[in-house]
């Protein structure tokens, strides 16, 4: 991918995540996903000595959630209108937490192997380039000690792939068949350079999908890739279904699991 590309698609998402409805959408969001439920029972008893980055924090969904629990807490996110909107929420229940902008990308306001456990929730690692996605990971295995844990979503190209085939939308109802066709063509028309065929022979692919109104440009990944991309800098890999807050323990189940998203949690090398 060109710089340019690159830079269009950096700016087109942080410039999606300042608008106000998109801001308002995240400020009113409360509960956690179930695969994050499942995190916090498993760190249970370690999270009250843990210092914990957020990244993306957003509109403050996770805050309530985990800022009561951790010894530290700061939460980052790289849209002034987020870092404002989650000040607004929370400030007052919280009057010591920390939020700052910043992007992940480039943590340098952060110590090297500085937290213990880093999240980057609900997909927000998907809204940056290939190359900068890549940059970021670095930037976490070098703000996190060795040994902590990062856990994370990410866009599942698995699940989407089968969007691509116009197959798919058929079903009996026939009011059901007319809107499936409907997004099949919006789909298609956001992502011309993009086909069935084409889709199912990547790994990673950076997308259009309907989430807010097809203004974002999203990164899907394949599990196994994203495990090959982690390897490097990360240990004891484990993924997990965000819709069950299951452990997917083998590679059918990874394959075959059709949900839009999936968690990752993993340990900083
Ligand atoms: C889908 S929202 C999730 C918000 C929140 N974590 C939640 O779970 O409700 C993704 C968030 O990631 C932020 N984000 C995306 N790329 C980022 C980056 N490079 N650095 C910091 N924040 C980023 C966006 O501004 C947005 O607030």
Same mark, same amino acid.
């Given at each position: 991918?060109? /710089?340019?590309?690159?830079?269009?698609?950096?700016?087109?998402?942080?410039?999606?995540?300042?608008?106000?409805?998109?801001? +308002?959408?995240?400020?009113?969001?409360?509960?956690?996903?179930?695969?994050?439920?499942?995190?916090?029972?498993?760190?249970?008893?370690?999270?009250?000595?843990?210092?914990?980055?957020?990244?993306?924090?957003?509109?403050?969904?996770?805050?309530?959630?985990?800022?009561?629990?951790?010894?530290?807490?700061?939460?980052?996110?790289?849209?002034?209108?987020?870092?404002?909107?989650?000040?607004?929420?929370?400030?007052?229940?919280?009057?010591?937490? /920390?939020?700052?902008?910043?992007?992940?990308?480039?943590?340098?306001?952060?110590?090297?192997?500085?937290?213990?456990?880093?999240?980057?929730? %609900?997909?927000?690692?998907?809204?940056?380039?290939?190359?900068?996605?890549?940059?970021?990971?670095?930037?976490?295995?070098?703000?996190?000690?060795?040994?902590?844990? %990062?856990?994370?979503?990410?866009? +599942?190209?698995?699940?989407?792939?089968?969007?691509?085939?116009?197959?798919?939308?058929?079903?009996? +109802?026939? %009011?059901?068949?007319?809107?499936?066709?409907?997004?099949?063509?919006?789909?298609?028309? %956001?992502?011309?350079?993009? +086909?069935?065929?084409?889709?199912?022979?990547?790994?990673?692919?950076?997308?259009?999908?309907?989430?807010?109104?097809?203004?974002?440009?999203?990164?899907?990944?394949?599990?196994?890739?994203?495990?090959?991309?982690?390897?490097?800098?990360?240990?004891?890999?484990?993924?997990?279904?965000?819709?069950?807050?299951?452990?997917?323990?083998?590679?059918?189940?990874?394959?075959?699991?059709?949900?839009?998203?999936?968690?990752?949690?993993?340990?900083?090398?």
């Amino acid at each position: 991918m060109s /710089k340019i590309e690159s830079n269009m698609i950096n700016d087109k998402n942080l410039q999606t995540y300042s608008t106000s409805d998109v801001v +308002n959408y995240y400020q009113y969001l409360q509960q956690l996903q179930p695969a994050e439920e499942t995190i916090i029972k498993l760190l249970k008893n370690k999270l009250s000595n843990m210092k914990m980055l957020d990244l993306g924090v957003g509109g403050g969904r996770t805050i309530q959630h985990f800022f009561p629990l951790v010894k530290e807490y700061i939460g980052v996110d790289y849209s002034v209108d987020m870092i404002k909107a989650c000040q607004q929420r929370l400030s007052q229940s919280y009057p010591s937490i /920390k939020l700052m902008v910043g992007d992940a990308r480039n943590l340098s306001q952060f110590d090297d192997n500085y937290f213990d456990f880093i999240l980057f929730s %609900f997909n927000g690692i998907d809204y940056i380039s290939h190359e900068d996605r890549l940059k970021g990971l670095q930037e976490i295995k070098r703000v996190g000690k060795s040994g902590g844990y %990062f856990f994370f979503s990410s866009h +599942n190209l698995q699940a989407i792939e089968k969007l691509f085939n116009w197959r798919c939308h058929f079903s009996l +109802n026939p %009011f059901k068949t007319y809107v499936n066709l409907v997004m099949f063509a919006f789909l298609r028309g %956001f992502n011309s350079s993009i +086909n069935y065929p084409t889709i199912k022979q990547k790994n990673y692919a950076i997308l259009r999908d309907e989430s807010h109104n097809f203004r974002l440009r999203t990164y899907y990944i394949r599990a196994s890739e994203q495990i090959k991309q982690l390897e490097p800098l990360f240990t004891d890999i484990k993924v997990f279904s965000w819709k069950t807050g299951l452990q997917l323990t083998t590679k059918q189940d990874m394959i075959f699991c059709n949900d839009m998203w999936l968690y990752y949690l993993c340990r900083i090398k």
